[in-house]
């Protein structure tokens, strides 16, 4: 794949600090694309990623922001207006996970995962939908997973809101065509410090995985790089199955 199309882009990566969302902002970093990184935990960890997307010659700046709140959401953008004067790519991956059982999930459990995912993911695309569609180009990807459509006892919550990137995304592209693209990257699991989070549910078990493995995070930002990239341009209201076959056991 020729990621030469990439050069002197502006993107903008939600939980971009660590795991995938990092292994996202370096690879199109090493492409010549500057990186806005959202984050909304440890400020050392962001300034480090700044630090070697930066030793690949780009832009790169950090936004601490809670992509569930809109004014928060609506600070960033203001953000990359002002430093990028531009968005080409934005990569709704920021999220969160736990495992509880939904006869003990409290009203706060619920919530919180349905705004971080959902209402995030919203927030974001609200107003790179905006920008985008006025310049007449973008690109809007989402991370959702592969248990939005294969479910998970003790991830209801996970679930859902993933099931509901999916179908958001999936009218967002439809909404948004012909000039902005939207798809989504459905990972299953992967080498993350989400999976540690999830040792009580299904990603302990590798063996729903017919590659007999987890995924690497760069594995995932391959997929993201290549709906970014110019060799994605016939995609739009896709959702491309980075899990290792989990599906074919579903």
Known sequence: ????????????????????????????????????????????????????????????????????????????????????????????????????????????????????????????????ACRMSAQKSGKIINVTSDLASQGAAELSHYAAAKGGITAFTKSLARELAPYVLVNAVAPGGTFTDIRSSLEEGQDKDDSRYILGRLAFPQEIARSVMFLASDDGNIYTGQVLGANGGSVMNG
Not at 28 to 37: Q, V
Not at 88 to 95: F, Q, Y
């Open 1 to 128: 794949m020729s990621n030469c199309n990439l050069q002197s882009k502006y993107a903008l990566i939600t939980g971009a600090s660590r795991g995938i969302g990092k292994a996202i902002a370096l690879e199109l970093a090493k492409a010549g694309t500057n990186i806005m990184i959202n984050y909304y935990g440890d400020d050392k960890e962001a300034a480090d990623v700044k630090r070697q997307v930066e030793s690949h010659g780009v832009q790169a700046e950090t936004f601490h922001a809670d992509v569930s709140d809109p004014s928060q959401v609506r600070d960033m953008f203001a953000a990359v207006d002002t430093l990028f004067g531009k968005l080409d790519i934005l990569v709704n991956n920021a999220g969160i996970a736990q495992t509880v059982k939904v006869t003990e999930m409290t009203d706060e459990q619920w919530d919180r995962m349905i705004k971080i995912h959902l209402y995030g993911t919203f927030n974001t695309s609200r107003e790179a």
